[in-house]
């Protein structure tokens, strides 16, 4: 198969387009023919070695922390997929990512693709999609709370303005102006251009704020909260955890492979309650340029896919 590999930490010119052997099902396992895979913010930072005190990354490693496509082999003992169906996965950061025209992965790691969504809508759903969910359950949000998600035009924002806007929150989000009536499209009600204005000027008494940005964005979020207010970040860099001096609640949502969590929002959007959102997509063989991409944050709403 092709696939994208790098062997040492550094720009995105490390990362080599290459042919490996196909991969095969192990017990328990299905086997994919990958369709699309994402290109995420942590997939960069990882390759260009900001995230080495948290993880130490066997090399040589293949990129990408999803992928969807459909089943072409079963191991022993898989009881939920067969052959042909399609399906979406989530690829642990030490084993093989999706950055492949295969991969092979616990089924117990593998959604079915509702039959609303295209494979690469479904895999724009995925990784994004679970880090969203983890997020709103850390911070229970409830109808009629008043929410701020900054980064609202990102992937991960995007979906969590949705969530939000479902479960009948009021939510504000922040993003550049001329996405504006793109994340309204979304479903907040209220935007703060962070290139034109101040939300920290602007906001007061938020319910619930999360944190996609760290940074200046984390230490101004306290003064939006009302006293008992939850704010919940993941970000990779660590914040100044301020929570005690403000009064409110502290929660890194912390992200990690959650079947549930996967198959809850793949129902969300199977209903047309939620909306994956599809930035650009980019064959394999260009995943280097993808990278340089997103590094200089040149994507704005949705994700930037890979396809095969
Ligand atoms: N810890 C975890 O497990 C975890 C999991 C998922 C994501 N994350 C983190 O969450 C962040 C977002 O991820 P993503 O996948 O959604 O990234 P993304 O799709 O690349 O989105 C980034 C967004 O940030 C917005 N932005 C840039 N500067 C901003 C500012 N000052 N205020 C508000 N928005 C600003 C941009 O908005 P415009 O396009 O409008 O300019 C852009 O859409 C990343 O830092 C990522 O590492 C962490």
Redesign the pocket.
């Known amino acids: 198969m092709k696939a994208i590999q790098y062997s040492e930490h550094g720009p995105a010119d490390v990362m080599h387009y290459i042919d490996l052997p196909d991969p095969v099902a192990g017990p328990g396992q299905v086997l994919l023919k990958i369709e699309a895979a994402s290109v995420?913010?942590?997939d960069w930072?990882l390759r260009a070695g900001y995230l080495q005190n948290h993880f130490t990354l066997p090399m040589p490693s293949v990129p990408g922390r999803d992928a969807g496509g459909t089943v072409v082999a079963v191991g022993n003992g898989v009881t939920e997929f067969t052959v042909g169906d399609r399906v979406a996965v989530m690829a642990g950061v030490f084993a093989q990512g999706g950055y492949a025209e295969m991969i092979a992965v616990d089924e117990k790691h593998a959604v079915a693709i509702p039959e609303r969504l295209s494979t690469v809508e479904a895999v724009a759903l995925t990784?994004?999609g679970l880090?969203a969910w983890i997020a709103l359950r850390a911070a229970e949000v409830r109808s009629g709370d008043k929410v701020l998600v900054?980064?609202?035009?990102?992937?991960?924002?995007?979906l969590l303005v949705q969530l939000c806007h479902h479960l009948g929150a009021d939510v504000t989000a922040?993003?550049?102006s001329?996405?504006r009536d793109y994340?309204l499209g979304l479903g907040a009600n209220r935007i703060i251009a962070?290139?034109q204005e101040d939300f920290s000027e602007l906001l007061k008494a938020r319910d619930v704020v999360f944190d996609?940005?760290?940074g200046e964005?984390h230490d101004k979020s306290y003064k939006v909260l009302k006293k008992g207010g939850h704010l919940v970040w993941?970000?990779?860099d660590p914040i100044r955890d301020r929570g005690a001096e403000f009064g409110v609640t502290v929660t890194?949502?912390?992200?990690s492979d959650d079947k549930s969590a996967l198959q809850s929002m793949m129902e969300l959007a199977g209903a047309g309650i939620l909306k994956p959102q599809v930035?650009r997509t980019m064959p394999l063989s260009e995943a280097a340029e993808a990278h340089r991409l997103?590094e200089k944050?040149a994507?704005?709403?949705?994700?930037l896919m890979l396809t095969m």
Do not use: E
């Not at 900054?150 to 995007?158: N, S």
């Open positions: 995420t913010p942590f930072k990784n994004a880090s900054h980064a609202g035009a990102g992937a991960v924002g995007g922040t993003c550049r001329t996405n994340v962070y290139d996609l940005m760290g964005v993941l970000v990779a890194r949502a912390m992200v930035a997103i944050s994507i704005s709403r949705g994700r």
